[in-house]
């Protein structure tokens, strides 16, 4: 490894934006093309990552905080598995996602930790520019449907199509933040973006993420001193916590008038939310099983209990699917990352995209890996680097 290390660095390639390359391309796994390259290409991804921590890292630091819920994941995951709740391919996958989370902070800490925070962030900004890119050339491609889930994108279905272009937009308002906050010619092309991205959730035919995207729009013109409050760690963690919690008083929400129009008149939906409203009574029995490890990565107990879907929220169902204890780690580590008593302003485009994603959590699952990527670097990050 320090032979390849020192071939890259006379190429002015340095190895830990290979590896965050490598750790994307695992994580954000291509939905088309032959599924044994697919599997092969996050198999690979992950191994080269986990092969260079091991060897340049220090073995306490490996580990962390997050370590604990990578484990959980799984143990929950064999729990369901031993309860016959899902079948052993669930397992494996169960494994690669505790692995994709712990290697996803490791990297990140292990980047900053290195003086290359800077270098990182600029290396995250291109790959997904790239990931962006071959998304859209996919939409073109394969089209539309009213029906979002009967067209499969590059890295998905609409929703997480969409999320990348949320993620895409999120690094863009970090990377030029003082153009866009100083600039106005700057600051309209950055509400243009904003414009261009609310087109492709409507050509996606996705409300959750247009409807997110006006958060970036409101922040643009939010007094400073708004943004600092929202960045306290009780805000954001309340508001977690309150989005997790709608499932239990959507009922009285939608009763509301003014709530009965904007959904059927605006948004052209359903007031029963396109079937959420049935599965979102079944949540409470499918913890209620297994409240202590949940049910395991991928399960399927709302379709048991519902006959279609998943908790359509994102609290919800990493409750569901790795019971209280999985639910007490993933709020500490949470706290842990925003814990911070002076946040700097540069996370203020990272902290509005995990605001997006907060908001599309009440009713899809949006907790994913752009979620936890761009929350360890919030909760890693160092306002004064050294050695860049």
Same mark, same amino acid.
């Given at each position: 490894?320090?032979?390849?290390?020192?071939?890259? +660095?006379?190429? =002015?390639?340095?190895?830990?934006?290979?590896?965050?390359?490598?750790?994307?391309?695992?994580?954000?796994?291509?939905?088309?093309?032959?599924?044994?390259?697919?599997?092969?290409?996050?198999?690979?991804?992950?191994?080269?990552?986990?092969?260079?921590?091991?060897?340049?890292?220090?073995?306490?630091?490996? !580990?962390?905080?997050?370590?604990?819920?990578?484990?959980?994941?799984?143990?929950?995951?064999?729990?369901? &598995?031993?309860?016959?709740?899902?079948?052993?391919?669930?397992?494996?996958?169960?494994?690669?996602?505790?692995?994709?989370?712990?290697?996803?902070?490791?990297? %990140?800490?292990?980047?900053?930790?290195?003086?290359?925070?800077?270098?990182?962030?600029?290396?995250?900004?291109?790959?997904?520019?790239?990931?962006?890119?071959?998304?859209?050339?996919?939409?073109?491609?394969?089209?539309?449907?009213?029906?979002?889930?009967?067209?499969?994108?590059?890295?998905?279905?609409?929703?997480?199509?969409?999320?990348?272009?949320?993620?895409?937009?999120?690094?863009?308002?970090?990377?030029?933040?003082?153009?866009?906050?100083?600039? =106005?010619?700057?600051?309209?092309?950055?509400?243009?973006?904003?414009?261009?991205?609310?087109?492709?959730?409507?050509? !996606?035919?996705?409300?959750?993420?247009?409807? /997110?995207?006006?958060?970036?729009? %409101?922040?643009?013109?939010?007094?400073?001193?708004?943004?600092?409050?929202?960045?306290?760690?009780?805000?954001?963690?309340?508001?977690? %916590?309150?989005?997790?919690?709608?499932?239990?008083?959507?009922?009285?929400?939608?009763?509301?008038?003014?709530?009965?129009?904007?959904?059927?008149?605006?948004?052209?939906?359903?007031?029963?939310?396109?079937?959420?409203?049935?599965?979102?009574?079944?949540? /409470?029995?499918?913890?209620?099983?297994?409240?202590?490890?949940?049910?395991?990565?991928?399960?399927?107990?709302?379709?048991?209990?519902?006959?279609?879907?998943? /908790?359509?929220?994102?609290?919800? !169902?990493?409750?569901?699917?790795?019971?209280?204890?999985? !639910?007490?780690?993933?709020?500490?580590?949470?706290?842990?990352?925003?814990?911070? +008593?002076?946040?700097?302003?540069?996370?203020?485009?990272?902290?509005?995209?995990?605001? /997006?994603?907060? &908001?599309?959590?009440?009713?899809?699952?949006?907790?994913?890996?752009?979620?936890?990527?761009?929350?360890?670097?919030?909760?890693?990050?160092?306002?004064?680097?050294?050695?860049?």
């Amino acid at each position: 490894m320090k032979n390849i290390t020192e071939y890259l +660095n006379k190429k =002015n390639i340095n190895i830990l934006d290979i590896m965050i390359y490598a750790l994307f391309i695992a994580v954000f796994k291509s939905y088309l093309g032959p599924k044994i390259l697919q599997q092969g290409l996050k198999f690979l991804g992950l191994g080269l990552v986990a092969l260079y921590l091991w060897m340049n890292v220090e073995k306490k630091k490996l !580990l962390n905080g997050v370590l604990p819920l990578a484990f959980v994941i799984v143990i929950s995951t064999v729990y369901g &598995f031993l309860c016959g709740n899902i079948g052993l391919s669930s397992v494996v996958h169960g494994g690669f996602h505790g692995m994709c989370i712990y290697l996803s902070y490791t990297l %990140v800490k292990h980047c900053i930790d290195s003086g290359y925070q800077e270098g990182m962030m600029e290396a995250v900004y291109r790959v997904t520019s790239v990931f962006c890119i071959l998304s859209f050339l996919s939409m073109v491609i394969q089209g539309h449907s009213p029906d979002g889930s009967s067209v499969t994108y590059l890295f998905g279905y609409k929703f997480m199509t969409s999320y990348m272009f949320m993620m895409w937009l999120g690094l863009f308002r970090f990377k030029y933040r003082e153009k866009i906050d100083q600039d =106005n010619k700057f600051k309209g092309l950055y509400i243009l973006l904003i414009l261009i991205l609310l087109g492709i959730c409507s050509w !996606l035919y996705c409300s959750t993420t247009m409807l /997110a995207t006006f958060v970036f729009l %409101v922040e643009v013109f939010l007094p400073k001193k708004v943004k600092q409050f929202l960045m306290k760690p009780y805000v954001f963690l309340g508001l977690v %916590v309150i989005t997790g919690m709608l499932p239990f008083i959507i009922k009285p929400i939608l009763e509301l008038s003014f709530v009965q129009f904007f959904i059927t008149e605006v948004l052209h939906k359903s007031i029963t939310l396109t079937g959420r409203i049935k599965i979102f009574e079944s949540i /409470a029995p499918a913890i209620g099983m297994h409240p202590i490890l949940g049910h395991g990565y991928g399960n399927v107990i709302i379709q048991t209990l519902v006959g279609y879907g998943n /908790a359509q929220n994102a609290l919800m !169902l990493f409750t569901i699917d790795y019971g209280m204890i999985g !639910l007490g780690l993933f709020m500490f580590i949470l706290f842990r990352c925003v814990k911070k +008593n002076s946040i700097p302003e540069e996370l203020e485009g990272l902290y509005i995209l995990l605001y /997006a994603l907060i &908001f599309c959590s009440m009713v899809e699952i949006s907790y994913n890996y752009i979620w936890y990527v761009i929350l360890f670097i919030v909760g890693c990050w160092k306002a004064n680097p050294k050695g860049e």
